[in-house]
């Protein structure tokens, strides 16, 4: 902000009352006066003659002038002080633009005032949009967190005397996907914390494809390439991370093709690890992956635009995505690469740890 | 096991070549990128060695953020750019080309004695298996072996990441083998290489992992072990496959003449000891040679004639080739493919073609005329797609698929007799090989006899209806396609390996 603007914003500070009270009377004087004016010049030129025709022009057009020049300068005073009110409003929400040097005065007040009005409205429209995002997105983490209520144990309990009776009536099938699906529920949900050994994720998504395999059959394979487990067993990741990519490959992959392979490559560099999650699915064309792409590099994932629902696999790889770059930094994330009716290769990048890395408090947790 | 990532890039941008490319290479790896021919790869090239800056992109070395501006700087200092023309000086020796140059880079090599530097060059090539003499003047040596001291070189300069670019599709494959075997010992070391081809199947023996780049960005990454030659044809052609071009069944009310065009007998010359050959009217006759020598050297004999003993007969008339013996005016036509195409960039396509068909088509129509025009298209349909008549181009705008076609187009419409061609799918990608064989198989068709001279049999197989086996200078044997695989199952592999996808999926 310069100079200019401060001066613009002292000299924009009210007056009060008393000089209200000063200028209003006198420019209603100063209108009156050139009204009677006018009628005295009338009266010379139709009924009087025409000899002081001139000096009552004259006296006219002063008058006149005077209360337009007044009122000018009243209009000028006012744009100041909405251009002070602007500049105090748009401090308080946001940067504002620079004043526009080189300009006249007036010419530049009255930019000033229009741009930062339009902009203010703008920025008023968006933030009632994002107060309404956020209270939606408020809403189903609320949600979310109600559903999570359900007392856990119970569903495991369920699950394991749902295994037990199954295994009485020799059913092992069942016995086997409700033991299975004990074990998903009681990753995905107890507190494990955030962070898992990559060898705990690996057993996860093993564990998610012994579900998968109930609805697929022996349509689906899984092929992981890892190091040995001292290495996957040693260093942390975020937890389900893997799983929600791997969902993907079942439900876009496979879903018209009815089967297929998902290959894991897991592979630790010095700084980093990779793992990469391959699938001989569907694969997409070039537009549907740049859409992709663009929508999980988002920093919020938008639910609704255009009143039109986005698609919804984009939502479990950017959550995956904000959550790698939220703990980890740029640098990490996923990549993902396709080609049609060829598979895709979703890459997920973040550093090595080999302790579950602490996430940071914020200021009010402390508190 | 940990790997150590010796390079990164992401999201790299440049308008009109790469749209959020991404690349890593691992120390001791060989990557391979594969393109079509005309993808504009070798733009990543141009980025790595700092000649090109890219609008956007995130960069790593060891793993390790760079800023955009000194990326190229970091990068270059790390890679070494195999490029076709050799860099070494033929006057020098090989210890002379490969530490003189060191020495310019680092002051504490001033004073090593060209002895030492002898010496040095000696243990470095017994390490690396290569039986060559450091003294020996590099202008000496085959273009097989420049390239190895090429890499040897390059190594010894310090470089972590050798690029090659496509510089050893004329290689047999023989050669290709032991340039192979010398990259592995060299990835033993920790050096990685970066190889940017538009012929992938020549790296599967050597590949760890293969990137599939198209319109500028990732396709696909597969590792070595998935690796499939037909798959990954697939994917880089995808909507521009073009059906190709297949004989009709021969009608038997009408048999092919079996008339020969050209007859050579008890031929002889440096590479090549009494070698006796017919070609038929509407036949290819592949004369392959695996060690690479005496093939060219027929070609050469047939185009520019020189020291040979022996009778070459041409319709049954005794042929004595000269300077000007591969022109119309002879009936004989010889296409070269080496080093790009041998069309004038300065002329329109049409000016192109009339440079060789003035002879044949100046008695029908005005030369350059529009009636010559028309007259082209209705001919040559296929082969001219994409070139409109009412607005001939230059080459400048045309394809390198375009290219290639006119390349052939141009001599076939001389109405040759003979057609003789080197090394003709020994360049470029799936689809230009493709174009290359169905061309070929028309003119043949039309009654032009063709004469392939190639040291691949994947080439002689995908082109030939007779393969004449050279080895040592003689004729081995002259089989026939089928015969000819029977004879090699190791051939056969590799051609299942290649057909694997490609026949299913079209």
Redesign the interface.
């Given at each position: 902000m310069g100079d200019e603007l401060r001066r613009v914003k002292r000299q924009a500070v009210p007056r009060g009352s008393l000089y209200a009270a000063v200028l209003y009377p006198f420019i209603a004087v100063l209108t009156a006066i050139g009204l009677v004016a006018c009628g005295l010049l009338l009266y010379e030129l139709f009924a009087v003659g025409r000899d002081n025709a001139v000096c009552v022009t004259a006296v006219c057009v002063i008058l006149l002038t005077g209360g337009l020049l007044a009122w000018t300068l009243r209009l000028k005073n006012q744009f100041l002080q909405l251009g002070a009110v602007i500049q105090r409003v748009s401090d308080a929400v946001d940067e504002i633009s620079d004043v526009p040097k080189g300009e006249h005065a007036s010419v530049r007040i009255t930019n000033f005032a229009t741009d930062n009005i339009e902009a203010l409205f703008d920025r008023y429209q968006a933030s009632l949009n994002r107060e309404y995002e956020e209270e939606l997105l408020a809403r189903q983490a609320q949600y979310a967190i109600l559903q999570s209520q359900i007392n856990p144990h119970f569903l495991y309990n369920t699950l394991d005397s749902m295994r037990g009776n199954a295994l009485d009536k020799d059913v092992p099938e069942i016995a086997e996907i409700a033991e299975a699906l004990s074990h998903f529920f009681r990753y995905s949900i107890s507190g494990m914390g955030d962070f898992v050994t990559v060898q705990q994720e690996l057993d996860s998504v093993l564990n998610y494809l012994r579900i998968q395999r109930y609805r697929f059959g022996d349509r689906i394979r899984l092929v992981i390439e890892c190091?040995e487990d001292e290495?996957t067993s040693r260093f942390y990741m975020p937890k389900l991370t893997l799983q929600p990519i791997v969902e993907n490959c079942f439900y876009h992959g496979f879903k018209n093709k009815g089967g297929g392979t998902i290959?894991i490559?897991v592979?630790?560099?010095?700084?980093?690890v990779l793992i990469?999650i391959?699938d001989d699915g569907e694969g997409m064309d070039?537009p549907s992956l740049k859409r992709l792409?663009a929508s999980i590099a988002k920093e919020t994932y938008r639910t609704v635009t255009d009143g039109r629902k986005q698609p919804s696999h984009g939502i479990a790889l950017h959550n995956v995505n904000q959550r790698l770059k939220l703990y980890f930094g740029?640098?990490c994330g996923i990549?993902i690469?396709?080609?049609?009716n060829?598979?895709t290769?979703i890459e997920v990048r973040f550093p090595v740890a080999d302790k579950p890395p602490v996430w940071p408090k914020r200021e009010d947790e402390e508190s | 096991?940990?790997?150590?990532?010796l390079l990164r890039m992401?999201q790299v941008s440049l308008p009109g070549y790469l749209d959020?490319f991404?690349l890593n290479i691992?120390q001791g790896e060989v990557l391979v990128l594969a393109s079509l021919s005309g993808s504009q790869s070798e733009v990543i090239a141009d980025i790595l060695d700092g000649s090109v800056t890219p609008r956007d992109g995130?960069f790593?070395l060891d793993?390790r953020?760079l800023k955009p501006r000194e990326a190229a700087t970091s990068y270059k200092a790390q890679l070494f750019r195999f490029r076709e023309k050799s860099s070494l000086i033929p006057g020098m020796s090989i210890a002379e080309n490969i530490f003189n140059i060191q020495t310019r880079h680092s002051k504490k090599n001033i004073l090593v004695h060209p002895k030492e530097n002898a010496q040095m060059t000696q243990i470095i090539l017994n390490e690396l298996g290569l039986s060559l003499h450091p003294d020996e003047p590099v202008g000496r040596l085959s273009a097989f072996a420049m390239h190895k001291i090429e890499i040897v070189k390059a190594v010894a300069l310090g470089a972590r990441l050798v690029i090659i670019e496509d510089v050893w599709g004329g290689f047999p494959d023989v050669h290709r083998s032991a340039l192979f075997d010398l990259m592995k010992k060299l990835c033993d070391l920790g050096v990685a290489f970066l190889i940017l081809t538009q012929r992938h199947e020549d790296f599967a023996s050597v590949m760890d992992r293969i990137v599939?780049f198209?319109?500028g960005?990732?396709?696909?990454?597969l590792?070595g072990c998935?690796y499939r030659a037909g798959?990954v044809d697939?994917?880089l052609i995808?909507e521009h496959y073009i059906p190709t071009y297949e004989s009709a069944p021969p009608d038997p009310a009408e048999p092919l003449p079996t008339r020969e065009v050209l007859r050579i007998s008890g031929l002889s010359c440096r590479h090549l000891k009494d070698l006796n050959l017919a070609v038929h009217v509407g036949e290819i006759v592949c004369v392959l040679d695996m060690q690479d020598r005496g093939q060219e050297e027929l070609i050469r004999v047939l185009t520019e004639g020189g020291t040979y003993s022996g009778s070459i007969e041409l319709n049954g008339v005794p042929f004595s080739p000269g300077e000007r013996s591969g022109s119309p005016v002879n009936g004989v036509g010889a296409v070269s493919f080496q080093g790009g195409n041998t069309l004038f960039e300065n002329l329109t396509w049409p000016e192109n073609l009339a440079l060789m068909s003035r002879r044949q088509l100046s008695d029908k129509t005005p030369l350059l005329g529009k009636g010559v025009l028309r007259y082209l298209q209705s001919e040559y349909r296929d082969e001219l797609d994409g070139l409109a008549a009412d607005r001939p181009l230059a080459l400048s705008g045309a394809t390198v698929y375009q290219r290639r076609k006119l390349t052939l187009l141009k001599w076939i419409i001389s109405g040759p007799k003979l057609l003789l061609c080197s090394k003709p799918c020994s360049e470029g990608d799936v689809l230009l090989r493709e174009i290359t064989r169905s061309m070929l198989r028309k003119a043949a068709d039309s009654g032009i006899a063709v004469l392939i001279a190639s040291s691949n049999p994947m080439e002689a197989l995908a082109c030939a209806d007779s393969i004449a086996v050279l080895s040592d200078g003689r004729i081995k044997a002259i089989l026939e396609p089928a015969e000819f695989l029977a004879n090699n199952p190791d051939v056969q592999r590799s051609i299942e390996s290649v057909d694997d996808g490609i026949e299913n999926q079209y």
């Open positions: 190091p290495i290959t490559r592979i630790f560099t010095r700084r980093n990469q391959s070039e792409q740029q640098g990549y690469s396709s080609a049609p060829a598979g290769d | 096991m940990i790997k150590s990532e992401e959020g991404r691992y995130l790593w793993e953020p599939i198209h319109n960005c990732n396709f696909r990454t590792p998935e798959f697939r994917l995808g």
